[in-house]
């Protein structure tokens, strides 16, 4: 946009307006680039004529939270302007922006001889943002507060469930060792594998409730976890009604975190089952190697994700029409794939079904 028609200049009689457009200078700027640093010394006013612009605050060393973010037609450091205090956070350029910077010295002098309508659209405008940014605030610590919460639950499930579970992977160690005919032998470990995973469930949803969900990549055939995952859901998917195919080249290695990478099928594939229904329905998966890429899709002719909820469909706790749905699900699969560098997005329509796309790197 060009700097005449952004808002703040518009704040202004004629004359000031002029005389803002003339000294300020533009100034374009690269992706990630910093404009400037939590605690510095404000100077300038930046109007964001094209691009994006996020402030950050520094949590510890290596790690920054997004409070707030400006487009084209917003301006920010008139806070500093204003009170001369230092930045409150850091302000970096996300994929590239132009700015108007007006200096500090300049702009007091203006706004000392301004008239009282200009000064109270500039008020208006801090008030409305700063209400914005509360609200923000108060919406990200009630999140961090379930996460919390979430995280307290499942230690207490964890030690809940050890001792059950100890029980029934004794209890089918010693049925298979009594009874060796080959059927008996592997009911006992699909028990037993199914009790182990249960355990690991548990422990991934805490680590997803800590934010360290540390990866143990290694090579595997990824033909081999898809055929593991259908022999863990056959009684499962059959039991739905649900018809699964799968189609993945045998030669597929890919170095991952397998049993993360289980998860997020899992995940996708229950969701998927859950909104059947109990009706009769089809899951398609296939897998294929696309240059340095493996790109998984699972497709479903389900009834496609409520549009109430796909702007924000990978976010925590969000769910719809199900009685005990956490919303967690779909997180989770998020920052699995995120963890891997990979990416995971959707596309639904209602009454036809829906696809996931995954890709990872080989
Ligand atoms: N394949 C799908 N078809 C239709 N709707 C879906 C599908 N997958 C997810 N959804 C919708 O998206 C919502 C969010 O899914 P998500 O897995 O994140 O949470 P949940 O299933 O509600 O709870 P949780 O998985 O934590 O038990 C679901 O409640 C459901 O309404
Ligand atoms: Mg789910």
Redesign the pocket.
């Known amino acids: 946009m060009d700097i005449q028609a952004h808002q703040f200049i518009a704040f202004f009689e004629a004359e000031q307006a002029q005389q803002l457009c003339e000294i300020a200078t533009l100034v374009e700027f690269s992706d990630r680039a910093i404009i400037f640093e939590e605690g510095e010394i404000p100077d300038f006013l930046y109007l964001v004529l094209n691009g994006q612009v996020l402030f950050r605050k520094r949590i510890t060393d290596q790690h920054y939270q997004v409070v707030a973010r400006a487009i084209p037609d917003d301006f920010f450091g008139e806070f500093g302007i204003l009170d001369g205090q230092p930045r409150s956070a850091q302000a970096l350029v996300c994929e590239g922006a132009t700015l108007a910077k007006i200096p500090r010295r300049v702009l007091v002098e203006i706004l000392n001889n301004t008239r009282s309508s200009a000064i109270l659209k500039l008020f208006r405008y801090v008030i409305q943002r700063l209400r914005v940014t509360t609200e923000d605030y108060v919406r990200q610590i009630a999140h961090k507060d379930k996460m919390v919460l979430v995280g307290e639950m499942v230690n207490t499930i964890i030690h809940d469930l050890k001792s059950p579970l100890s029980g029934i992977q004794l209890a089918s160690g010693m049925v298979k060792e009594m009874h060796i005919d080959e059927e008996t032998v592997e009911w006992c470990d699909l028990i037993q594998i199914q009790a182990h995973r249960m355990t690991a469930m548990a422990e991934e949803l805490l680590e997803f409730a800590r934010g360290s969900a540390a990866l143990e990549k290694r090579p595997i055939v990824l033909a081999d976890l898809f055929r593991r995952f259908e022999k863990l859901n056959r009684i499962y998917l059959s039991q739905e009604n649900i018809a699964l195919k799968i189609d993945c080249p045998d030669d597929l290695v890919i170095n991952a975190d397998e049993n993360k990478l289980m998860r997020v099928i899992q995940?996708?594939v229950?969701?998927?089952v859950?909104?059947f229904n109990s009706h009769e329905g089809r899951i398609e998966i296939t897998a294929l190697q696309q240059g340095d890429r493996v790109k998984i899709r699972l497709q479903?002719n389900?009834?496609?994700?409520?549009c109430e909820?796909r702007e924000t469909?990978f976010e925590s706790f969000?769910?719809?029409?199900?009685k005990s749905?956490?919303?967690?699900?779909?997180?989770i699969a998020k920052s699995v794939i995120d963890a891997h560098r990979g990416e995971i997005y959707f596309e639904?329509a209602d009454g036809v079904g829906?696809t996931f796309f995954i890709s990872l790197p080989l």
């Open positions: 995940n996708l229950v969701n998927a859950e909104a479903d389900g009834p496609g994700i409520p909820i469909f969000v769910t719809h029409g199900k749905g956490t919303g967690l699900g779909t997180a639904t829906t």
